[in-house]
């Protein structure tokens, strides 16, 4: 069968400029065929896509009828344009006045939303003011070289139809280029720009809508980078420092080829008055949280955001996990032991009161790790002040863990043993003392 149909923008309603055969060619439309469709090339929704058509002007679209009967009569014959090569029960049509009716779609198979776009200009005139919407760069930090795109989002003091209306001009005075040509309807909703320098770099938007009022709108201003900062890392002294002592950072490895590292700036914690690459922050209670952002600059205008360790605080007078003994020997796994949660983090206090005159070298956290029937793959991560350690496992892992130092006669108290044990549900983890 070599019968012409339509096909083109559908999603927005709108004839595209082109019918194509069952043969597979495209041919373009000639004086013999009148009943092609709206093709106004000043309509603002040609070519804009169908989500976007509908975010800016749901008012516009008219969901499909799941009715079977016929499309209403038109008051104006001349005001609703039918899109070619569709029959009757696929109809799509486009309400181009206001003396028209909505459009109507008569196929219960008709699925996507009818679009409506009036030509008409008697709405209501909209003063400036209230929430006519924000302008913003798509992202808020973009590298040399890259290309920027600003973006305008409607807000509620400018109707979806009157938007579509309208016409923007965008201005970014010290950008290639530094002002847009006026952009009708949608298409101002977005103006791409580059710039030469690095820095912060402003932009506004002008709209006017077709009822004359006149919205001026400034944009949260764009940092683009010059010379890249790169190596960056902020660690934490202690990822679970105890109440009294509170959390510290450090960041470091920070270069810049080209440029001088000239700043830090701490958003979560306090920056150390002497050594703005340290920052602190005070804990009240345990099981607080920290985890600040530095931002680091240089001296070409560049600006990087470095995420730091996050913290937990503990409470040693309160400990969640306490293992403790008193004696003059290491008591045995059996005698002295705490249960531990799998797959969750679990700082345990350890504390004992050494009697006797016997004193070992050293004594030790050891864990071990069962795991649940028939379920292999286990890890124990255990960490004690900034030393780590990790163990994997199938079915069990024992007598694994960390040195905690030196005993010595009399009350030893030697800080938080923080144990992560991995696996399925069911498992179990035993934390206890040894040598």
């Not at 092609?36 to 058509?53: N, Q, R, V, W």
Request: hydrophobic share 35%; net charge negative.
């Amino acid at each position: 069968m070599n019968k012409k149909f339509y096909i083109g923008t559908l999603a927005v309603g709108i004839a595209a400029s082109f019918w194509a055969c069952g043969s597979g060619e495209i041919i373009k439309p000639n004086e013999f065929d009148a009943t092609m469709g709206y093709t106004d090339e000043k309509d603002p929704t040609m070519g804009i896509d169908a989500g976007a058509f509908k975010a800016y002007c749901p008012e516009c679209v008219a969901q499909a009828s799941s009715s079977s009967t016929a499309p209403k009569t038109q008051k104006s014959s001349s005001s609703r344009q039918t899109l070619p090569g569709l029959s009757s029960s696929s109809k799509i049509v486009i309400n181009t006045s206001s003396s028209a009716e909505p459009g109507i779609a008569s196929s219960s198979s008709q699925s996507g939303p009818v679009f409506l776009y009036s030509s008409s200009s008697s709405a209501p005139v909209v003063q400036p003011g209230g929430d006519v919407g924000t302008c913003a760069p798509e992202k808020d930090t973009y590298e040399s070289g890259e290309s920027v795109i600003w973006k305008f989002e409607r807000g509620s003091a400018i109707t979806g139809q009157d938007y579509l209306k309208s016409k923007s001009v965008w201005t970014t005075a010290d950008g290639t280029p530094a002002a847009s040509a006026v952009l009708e309807g949608v298409k101002g909703r977005t103006h791409t720009v580059t710039y030469a320098t690095s820095g912060k770099h402003n932009a506004s938007v002008q709209i006017t809508t077709a009822t004359g009022a006149v919205h001026n709108v400034t944009c949260t201003p764009v940092q683009v980078n010059g010379a890249p900062i790169t190596g960056c890392k902020c660690a934490a002294v202690d990822k679970n420092p105890d109440i009294s002592v509170g959390g510290a950072w450090t960041i470091e490895g920070c270069s810049s080829t080209g440029a001088n590292i000239v700043g830090y700036e701490w958003a979560g914690a306090l920056a150390d008055p002497t050594n703005p690459a340290k920052a602190s922050q005070a804990f009240t209670a345990k099981n607080q949280a920290a985890a600040p952002i530095v931002s680091v600059s240089n001296d070409d205008n560049t600006v990087i955001q470095v995420p730091c360790d996050t913290v937990v605080s503990v409470d040693a007078n309160d400990p969640d996990y306490p293992l403790t003994f008193e004696g003059s020997s290491i008591p045995s796994a059996t005698d002295v032991s705490i249960d531990i949660p799998l797959n969750k983090e679990a700082c345990i206090q350890v504390s004992f009161k050494w009697e006797g005159g016997w004193t070992p070298n050293n004594i030790s956290l050891l864990c071990d790790v069962t795991a649940a029937q028939n379920q292999p793959g286990l890890t124990l991560d255990i960490t004690y002040g900034e030393t780590s350690k990790s163990y994997p496992g199938d079915y069990n892992i024992s007598n694994s863990g960390i040195a905690l130092g030196a005993v010595k006669a009399g009350q030893n108290t030697m800080g938080n043993v923080c144990v992560t044990a991995t696996g399925k549900e069911g498992g179990k983890a035993k934390c206890f003392f040894g040598n």
